[in-house]
């Protein structure tokens, strides 16, 4: 058929164009790239042993999502995040999440409904354990995950998309006070050293869900300002040295 092979190209080149960013958005997310970390298109075409083209397309698409700053003449740097991003990421995220619980509790919980809510917990769940191990990495990963099944349930994908953007920039933003006093240079996963973060990240993923079941948005929204408080208190703290 006329095109076919040019049309099979076109996905192989989308699909590898999104696999490099979200492994470069990992890396970001683990704090292995740093703020202010410079790299070019060559040395990470180099790193994944693939061409240049696809690599500077997931660049572009990380800089439009706001984790990465183009450099003129150099390439591109990790985006550096403040207290007072972090904070306007909260604010956003609370304008964003209170529509959605008051939506939600305005609506009947049908069986299908609450056969994704209980997926969701599951996922929650995870996010617990994480949570209260200290265990960032995994944390960050069923967080996100968490947030974008959730949203989902509202059947707006601008929405869905535009939240999970949101939490991304705002894990972003944390993990790099989060990750502060590491071996940067060593690559180095743990948490903050003595500063131990083993019970000091938010857990209350499931009591959210399960508010929300309830149809309980009250509840629902008081659970996020706590979660909103704490986190932006232990940033701020942590930004204080």
């Known amino acids: 058929m006329p095109g076919t092979g040019g049309g099979n190209g076109a996905v192989t080149r989308s699909t590898l164009r999104q696999q490099l960013a979200d492994a470069l958005r990992d890396e970001v997310l683990a704090g292995r790239l740093k703020p202010g970390q410079e790299f070019t298109v060559k040395e990470i075409a180099e790193q994944y042993g693939v061409s240049a083209t696809p690599v500077r397309e997931a660049l572009v698409d990380l800089s439009a999502q706001g984790l990465l700053d183009a450099v003129q003449h150099r390439g591109f740097e990790v985006h550096a995040y403040s207290v007072a991003d972090y904070r306007n990421m909260v604010e956003a995220r609370i304008l964003v999440t209170d529509g959605m619980f008051r939506r939600l509790g ?4 049908d069986p299908r409904t609450a056969a994704a809510l209980a997926g969701v917990r599951r996922r929650g769940e995870e996010a617990r354990r994480a949570a209260t191990a200290g265990d960032l990495d995994i944390l960050i990963g069923y967080d996100l995950r968490f947030w974008r099944e959730l949203s989902a349930l509202f059947g707006n994908p601008y929405l869905t998309d535009f939240l999970h953007r949101l ?4 894990w972003v933003c944390a993990v790099q006070h ?8 060593a690559g180095a996963t743990a948490t903050t050293g003595a500063d131990d973060l083993k019970g000091r990240l938010w857990a209350d993923h499931t009591d959210l869900v399960d508010a929300l079941t309830r149809r309980d948005a009250q509840t629902a ?14 940033v701020e703290r942590l930004a204080d040295g």
Do not use: P
């Open 106 to 109: 305005d609506r009947k919980v």
């Open 167 to 170: 939490r991304v920039q705002a």
């Open 178 to 185: 989060l990750r502060q006093g590491e071996d940067w240079t």
């Open 221 to 234: 929204q008081e659970i996020i300002a706590g979660y909103d408080e704490q986190s932006l208190t232990l």
